[in-house]
Protein backbone atom coordinates (compact mmCIF):
# COMPACT_ATOMS: atom_id res chain seq x y z
CA UNK A 1 0.00 0.00 0.00
CA UNK A 2 1.84 3.34 -1.20
CA UNK A 3 1.67 5.72 1.60
CA UNK A 4 3.40 9.30 1.45
CA UNK A 5 3.56 11.14 4.76
CA UNK A 6 4.06 15.13 4.60
CA UNK A 7 6.01 16.95 6.97
CA UNK A 8 8.18 19.91 7.51
CA UNK A 9 5.71 22.89 7.85
CA UNK A 10 5.08 25.34 10.23
CA UNK A 11 5.15 29.07 10.77
CA UNK A 12 7.79 31.49 9.51
CA UNK A 13 8.72 35.23 8.88
CA UNK A 14 8.14 36.74 5.39
CA UNK A 15 11.72 36.15 4.17
CA UNK A 16 12.29 32.93 6.10
CA UNK A 17 12.77 29.26 4.74
CA UNK A 18 11.13 25.89 5.02
CA UNK A 19 11.94 22.50 3.71
CA UNK A 20 9.12 19.83 3.47
CA UNK A 21 9.28 16.78 3.36
CA UNK A 22 7.11 13.91 1.60
CA UNK A 23 8.75 10.02 2.75
CA UNK A 24 7.10 7.81 0.10
CA UNK A 25 6.93 4.12 1.04
CA UNK A 26 4.89 0.88 -0.36
CA UNK A 27 6.28 0.39 -3.67
CA UNK A 28 9.26 1.39 -6.12
CA UNK A 29 8.63 5.02 -7.27
CA UNK A 30 10.85 4.53 -10.41
CA UNK A 31 9.83 6.08 -13.33
CA UNK A 32 7.35 8.50 -11.05
CA UNK A 33 6.93 11.54 -11.32
CA UNK A 34 5.92 13.28 -7.50
CA UNK A 35 4.87 16.46 -6.94
CA UNK A 36 4.24 19.35 -4.10
CA UNK A 37 0.80 20.73 -4.56
CA UNK A 38 -0.79 23.78 -2.28
CA UNK A 39 -3.93 24.97 -1.18
CA UNK A 40 -4.86 27.95 0.34
CA UNK A 41 -8.37 28.64 2.14
CA UNK A 42 -11.24 29.16 -0.97
CA UNK A 43 -8.41 28.52 -3.46
CA UNK A 44 -8.24 25.92 -6.15
CA UNK A 45 -5.01 22.99 -5.53
CA UNK A 46 -2.33 24.59 -7.48
CA UNK A 47 1.11 22.86 -8.58
CA UNK A 48 4.11 24.21 -6.94
CA UNK A 49 6.57 21.71 -8.34
CA UNK A 50 7.61 17.91 -9.98
CA UNK A 51 10.07 15.69 -10.22
CA UNK A 52 11.04 12.44 -11.82
CA UNK A 53 11.77 10.15 -9.29
CA UNK A 54 14.49 8.66 -12.17
CA UNK A 55 15.75 10.87 -14.57
CA UNK A 56 15.30 13.68 -11.91
CA UNK A 57 13.31 16.34 -14.40
CA UNK A 58 12.57 18.94 -12.43
CA UNK A 59 9.01 21.27 -13.35
CA UNK A 60 8.09 24.57 -11.50
CA UNK A 61 5.04 26.90 -11.64
CA UNK A 62 6.55 29.60 -13.16
CA UNK A 63 5.45 32.15 -10.22
CA UNK A 64 7.17 30.20 -8.01
CA UNK A 65 10.83 29.23 -10.10
CA UNK A 66 13.98 30.90 -7.91
CA UNK A 67 12.43 30.27 -4.75
CA UNK A 68 11.36 26.83 -4.39
CA UNK A 69 13.26 23.68 -5.41
CA UNK A 70 12.41 20.26 -5.28
CA UNK A 71 14.76 17.45 -5.14
CA UNK A 72 14.84 13.80 -4.10
CA UNK A 73 16.22 11.24 -1.91
CA UNK A 74 16.61 7.79 -3.17
CA UNK A 75 18.18 6.47 0.09
CA UNK A 76 15.49 7.74 2.12
CA UNK A 77 12.48 7.41 -0.66
CA UNK A 78 11.99 10.91 -0.11
CA UNK A 79 11.35 14.18 -1.96
CA UNK A 80 11.92 17.36 -0.34
CA UNK A 81 10.32 20.62 -0.94
CA UNK A 82 12.98 23.79 -0.09
CA UNK A 83 11.05 27.39 -0.11
CA UNK A 84 13.48 30.30 0.05
CA UNK A 85 12.43 34.18 0.72
CA UNK A 86 8.53 32.77 2.11
CA UNK A 87 5.75 35.88 1.46
CA UNK A 88 2.85 35.56 2.92
CA UNK A 89 1.06 34.88 -0.25
CA UNK A 90 3.04 31.14 0.20
CA UNK A 91 0.54 30.87 3.07
CA UNK A 92 -1.19 27.34 2.43
CA UNK A 93 -1.26 23.62 2.87
CA UNK A 94 1.31 21.62 0.94
CA UNK A 95 0.21 18.22 -0.25
CA UNK A 96 2.77 15.68 -1.86
CA UNK A 97 1.78 13.49 -4.56
CA UNK A 98 2.44 10.23 -6.27
CA UNK A 99 1.75 9.65 -10.55
CA UNK A 100 2.82 6.20 -11.36
CA UNK A 101 2.30 5.89 -14.91
CA UNK A 102 4.95 7.49 -17.06
CA UNK A 103 4.39 10.76 -19.18
CA UNK A 104 1.79 12.39 -17.08
CA UNK A 105 0.95 16.41 -17.44
CA UNK A 106 2.80 16.79 -13.97
CA UNK A 107 0.98 20.11 -13.11
CA UNK A 108 -2.43 18.17 -13.03
CA UNK A 109 -3.60 16.98 -9.91
CA UNK A 110 -5.86 14.46 -11.93
CA UNK A 111 -2.77 12.45 -13.03
CA UNK A 112 -1.58 11.90 -9.47
CA UNK A 113 -2.54 8.85 -8.04
CA UNK A 114 -1.67 9.12 -4.31
CA UNK A 115 -1.12 12.03 -2.21
CA UNK A 116 0.18 12.84 1.66
CA UNK A 117 -1.88 14.13 4.19
CA UNK A 118 -0.75 17.71 3.93
CA UNK A 119 1.62 19.84 5.80
CA UNK A 120 0.46 23.65 6.88
CA UNK A 121 2.61 26.56 5.57
CA UNK A 122 2.44 29.72 7.39
CA UNK A 123 4.16 33.02 6.59
CA UNK A 124 3.70 35.79 8.66
CA UNK A 125 4.05 39.44 7.67
Known amino acids: QVQLVDSGGGLVQAGGSLRLSCAAS????????MGWFRQAPGKEREFVAA????????YYAESLRGRFTISRDNAKNTVYLQMNTLRPEDTAVYYC??????????????????WGQGTQVTVSS
Open 97 to 114: AAAMKRGVRYFDKKEYNY
Open 26 to 33: GRTFSGAT
Open 51 to 58: INWSILST
